[in-house]
């Protein structure tokens, strides 16, 4: 199987090369030039199975050079023993068909560990094969789980090193005590002064300074990256919606060739992006509902067509969904265009030009087809989590309460009674001060206690990777001006 770039199609590397560079030189994404098929039989197939087993058969379809032995190992190390529930990515019925699909077990509490587990195994054998042994250096601009989970995944690994900016006013408590506490000799964090769009053109530009660039490899470096622009974080996503639909099946709630939908909290694109590549494969899908914060900039693009990012940026209570530039909807577009790159290349002109493009008619009607978009304010966000909780016992964290409102949403406008997963991405605990307003209770100052509150309230146990952070002291104290952030890699990396 080959990989092209969605801005540059007479490309084609190997998977590993994907993996390797993150992204394409000329600014693309990778993406596969044919996305593999499977039938029900592959589908019944994975109903008996471990999670691991399932992922090993997903990911060899399409990592083909990487070996069966490599995979074996590669899915071994990220989902044994790292996972708190014994089955990786539960399912949860909630109500009647309506299930919630938890990928938040891992060791950050955030579902970005289903990704970042593997990926680290991934980027060094691809490393192997491409970049002649040099040391790899990944970049990481983040809003709170993506930092967490790729120091996590990449605490100690071999051959890399891992540098982690996060604005220093943008993420949870929880979240910074999180990043600034992290183990390992080859991590670094910093704080900006700035806001997360500050620290991800920072990274950007960094990835592009032919000085720094040069400096790198001098010093036998070379960048890559673990946001989910990179092949590496979407493809092991692709695993739990077939994983998810093989549950369904296991507990007879659908009969196998059954259609289902699935609603994914969104932000980058990048999770409900890897459910289009398994619908494409051939998993039965109704519709793909794409849940949004008061950031919509996607619910109006999926209603209209016109994707505009000159808007309010806002802060929310689900800040991972804090973006107005989606980058992995542009693989989706590549997929859906008539003319492949040259198209893409017209559309990102467009955006970068005047902030905003409209797909063509042609276009829009296949998204329609597929996806349904929707969004819901902080108001609306914590008023599901209180009744959710009330109705049907389950607590849930601020963005999958965001999915949860869009879904119901939905169900209610289009009479739409299809078999359904929701897509869960943080446990609770991660955010515990809005989920307590949600439960209608006061806040305390003190992280620790609202979590122990949490507890009493609703009688789950809050896990031992967040609960366990209390009295930690930090190791990361660092802040620095949006213009200085060369300057900290530098230091990092002792250059
Ligand atoms: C990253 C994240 C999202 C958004 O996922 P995308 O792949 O960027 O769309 C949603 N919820 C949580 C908790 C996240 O960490």
């Not at 930090?474 to 802040?479: A, G, M, Q, V």
Request: proline share 4%.
């Amino acid at each position: 199987m080959n990989y092209t770039s969605t801005r540059n199609d007479t490309l084609s590397v190997s998977s590993s090369f994907a993996i390797a560079n993150g992204i394409s030189a000329e600014g693309g994404l990778f993406i596969p030039t044919e996305i593999p098929k499977v039938n029900s039989d592959f589908i019944a197939s994975l109903v008996p199975l471990s999670y691991i087993e399932r992922a090993r058969k997903v990911l060899s379809l399409y990592l083909t050079d990487f070996g069966k032995t490599e995979i074996d190992a590669d899915t071994e190390g990220a989902y044994a023993t790292g996972f708190t529930n014994e089955k990786v990515a539960p399912l949860v019925n909630i109500h009647d068909n309506v299930n919630v699909l938890e990928l938040w077990h891992g060791p950050t509490c955030a579902f970005k560990d289903m990704a970042l587990q593997l990926l680290p195994y991934l980027l060094t054998g691809s490393a192997k094969r491409i970049s002649e042994g040099r040391e790899t250096v990944i970049l990481v601009a983040t809003s709170g789980d993506t930092g967490k989970a790729a120091l996590e995944g990449f605490r100690d690994v071999e051959g890399t090193r891992i540098l982690v900016f996060y604005p220093s006013d943008g993420v949870s408590a929880v979240q910074k005590l999180q990043m600034t506490t992290q183990a390992g000799k080859n991590v670094g964090v910093c704080a900006i002064k700035g806001n997360f769009d500050d620290a991800q053109t920072g990274v950007k530009t960094i990835f592009t300074d032919d000085e720094v660039k040069k400096q790198l490899h001098d010093n036998n470096m070379t960048f890559s990256s673990a946001n989910s622009i990179n092949w590496g974080r979407l493809v092991p996503q692709i695993v739990y919606y077939f994983s998810a639909y093989a549950d369904m099946i296991a507990s007879g709630q659908i009969v196998n060739g059954e259609k289902i939908n699935f609603t994914v909290p969104t932000g980058n694109f990048g999770n409900i992006l890897a459910a289009f590549y398994a619908m494409e494969m051939g998993l039965p899908v109704n519709k793909l509902i794409c849940a949004s914060n008061a950031n919509n900039v996607l619910t109006e693009f999926i209603e209209t067509g016109r994707y505009n990012r000159l808007r309010t940026f806002h802060t929310t209570v689900s800040p991972s969904m804090d973006i107005l530039v989606s980058s992995n909807l542009e693989r989706l577009l590549y997929h859906l265009s008539e003319n492949g790159s040259a198209e893409i290349n017209e559309l990102f002109t467009a955006l970068k030009e005047n902030g905003e493009y409209t797909v063509p008619e042609k276009m829009l009607s296949k998204i329609q087809a597929v996806f349904a978009g929707g969004c819901c304010d902080d108001t609306d966000t914590k008023a599901t989590i209180g009744e959710t909780f009330k109705e049907y016992n389950y607590l849930s964290d601020p963005h999958t309460a965001v999915a949860i409102n869009v879904y119901n949403s939905y169900r209610e406008k289009t009479g739409d009674t299809t078999p359904t997963v929701i897509v869960s991405t943080a446990s609770p605990y991660k955010f515990s001060p809005a989920v307590l307003e949600g439960l209608g209770e006061a806040l305390s100052a003190d992280e620790f206690d609202m979590m122990e509150r949490l507890e009493k309230i609703s009688g789950v146990k809050a896990p031992s990777q967040l609960a366990g952070l209390k009295g930690t002291a930090p190791r990361f104290t660092e802040i620095c001006e949006k213009t200085d952030m060369r300057g900290v890699v530098y230091g990092m990396l002792g250059l």
